[in-house]
């Protein structure tokens, strides 16, 4: 993986200064008196219209020959899905990395691609495949083949058996990891390409698949893998991102963008401004020795407000621009059922309130147009059972920050080093991990309208939001290609990066969410409509 890392070690000891000069005075910690407080900004909206996704046509496309087919193949099309999730992918341990990445190749090639190759990279290798249809629209589509690491405890099953489960709630179920994210949806659009090819021996629309394996480690490489086909890619409609989108009660939320990642570790250690330098020693020689602990500590406490949530580092805030018309129009659709469904979302967090007291509406609006500073973990010394009195010798924080348009790494980088340095943490490093910035596509874009009128014709009108609070690597496409980008479908899964991660095959009686027979129809139908935008 790429690091960037940044450090300004020792200038306090080669100006002469101790580490008791560098110490943070408690007073540095809010702004001074005076001082206008630094908070978030918040604009007004210029319009009260909403955007009505029902109101989009729905697809009026019958393929009941491929559908046919979707149905007399389930089983093998349900096998599909259980070979992809059974083999390995971990890419953070480079565990059956590659034996993936070959077994998406042969399933391209036995799909009929006319091309199909290992992408080398710098990390994990891309797999790319191309078909042509000769159809006058080409549709990218962008997989990821790497999963999380397993859990050492809570999981019913074996992780990698691909085993199906009763499930009370939702029916059959394909409990694996990668069920769900991404390999489940992966393979069950190829398995709708698959069905449409044996029916008609044609596709509507030119594909191009190109797969990483890197993304749970913020695609650090995926660029490097555009790059090789990036003529190419330029010259299609729209990329396309596999998804089960549905919710336990069957509703869709249909994102038109993410926002960026700036992920990165801070690290103290011992050395010229104090504390153990090799090794970690005796608690008691705290009485004469600095604490790497401690200073780490401080220097995570100037980054903040005294309660964590506003970020105090010069200039945070200040890229951040007012939310578009377009913005505007999707967030005010989509706030009714936002406040209606406030409770559960408190449920599923567990959760009794929000941060600051925010009502409904207001978390929304952060969620959308604001960035997060989060700490993801902190590591030093001992923490295992019982006692052991040590000083340690370092300490570490991962932390991220979700970035919003016209924030970046790189300028996120340069403003908390600036900031440890202008508060005397001149000591600690910053390493950065990973790093992109947000993307959006319009709602405007045929794509996506080819989108909602498969899921309208499905029955499910998606909500459509202008942006996921979370990250993805879609800036490739959206700023560096200029492509529209949709990710979604049909089907419910869940768990994912956790234990027990699943995604529904037969659903129980009564439910909303679809099974995989009608996941892999909907891909059909967003294959002929985009044809026919």
């Not at 149905?71 to 990395?97: C, F, K, Y």
């Not at 989108?245 to 990165?264: E, F, H, R």
């Not at 403003?415 to 490093?429: E, S, V, W």
């Amino acid at each position: 993986m790429t690091k960037t890392t940044v450090s300004r070690r020792g200038l306090g000891a080669l100006l002469g200064l101790g580490a008791a000069a560098a110490a943070l005075p408690a007073s540095a910690q809010e702004p001074a008196a005076g001082a206008a407080p630094v908070k978030a900004p918040k604009y007004p909206f210029a319009t009260t219209e909403a955007f009505d996704a029902s109101k989009v046509p729905a697809y009026k496309g019958r393929h009941d020959k491929v559908y046919a087919h979707i149905d007399a193949h389930q089983d093998e099309h349900l096998e599909n899905l259980r070979r992809w999730v059974r083999q390995r992918s971990i890419s953070a341990q480079n565990d059956g990395v590659l034996e993936m990445a070959k077994l998406v190749e042969g399933d391209l090639k036995a799909l009929g691609f006319q091309e199909t190759a290992i992408v080398p990279s710098k990390g994990h290798p891309g797999v790319w495949g191309w078909f042509d249809a000769r159809a006058k629209k080409t549709l990218v589509v962008y997989m990821m083949y790497d999963v999380q690491p397993i859990e050492p405890t809570g999981w019913k099953v074996d992780a990698f058996a691909g085993e199906l489960v009763d499930d009370p709630k939702f029916g059959q179920v394909l409990m694996a990891r990668g069920a769900t994210n991404q390999k489940g949806p992966e393979r069950a659009f190829l398995n709708a390409v698959a069905s449409i090819l044996a029916v008609n021996r044609k596709l509507p629309v030119n594909l191009m698949v190109l797969a990483e394996g890197e993304e749970e480690l913020g695609s650090p490489n995926y660029p490097e893998i555009i790059g090789k086909y990036e003529d190419r890619l330029k010259t299609a409609d729209g990329v396309f991102f596999p998804m089960n989108s549905q919710s336990p009660g069957g509703k869709v939320t249909l994102p038109m963008g993410v926002k960026g990642i700036w992920y990165a570790e801070l690290e103290s250690v011992g050395g010229p401004q104090g504390g153990p330098k090799e090794a970690e020693v005796h608690g008691s020689q705290k009485s004469i020795l600095d604490s790497p602990v401690w200073r780490l500590a401080h220097a995570l406490a100037s980054l903040t407000s005294v309660d964590g949530n506003t970020c105090l580092v010069p200039g945070f805030y200040d890229p951040i621009r007012p939310p578009s018309l377009e913005e505007q129009r999707l967030t005010n659709g989509l706030m009714p059922a936002w406040l209606a469904e406030e409770a559960q979302r408190k449920d599923a967090l567990k959760v009794d309130r929000w941060m600051n007291g925010m009502t409904a509406g207001e978390t929304l609006y952060e969620h959308l147009f604001n960035p997060s500073f989060n700490i993801d973990g902190l590591v030093s010394g001992y923490t295992g059972v019982g006692t052991k009195t040590i000083l340690p010798h370092k300490a570490l924080a991962k932390i991220d920050v979700r970035m919003v348009p016209n924030q970046t790494p790189e300028q996120i980088m340069q403003q908390f080093r600036d900031h440890l340095d202008a508060k005397g943490f001149t000591d600690i490093t910053i390493t950065q991990l990973s790093g992109y910035p947000a993307a959006q596509t319009s709602v405007d874009a045929p794509l996506v309208r080819a989108a909602i009128g498969a899921f309208n014709k499905h029955g499910v009108t998606p909500r459509i939001m202008p942006r996921l609070a979370g990250s993805a690597p879609y800036h490739v496409f959206t700023d560096r290609l200029k492509l529209p980008l949709v990710t979604g479908g049909m089907g419910h899964g869940s768990a994912q990066h956790a234990p027990n991660e699943y995604m529904v095959i037969k659903p129980k009686a009564g439910s909303a969410v679809a099974g995989l027979a009608e996941v892999e129809k909907f891909y059909v139908d967003l294959l002929f409509a985009l044809a026919e935008a």
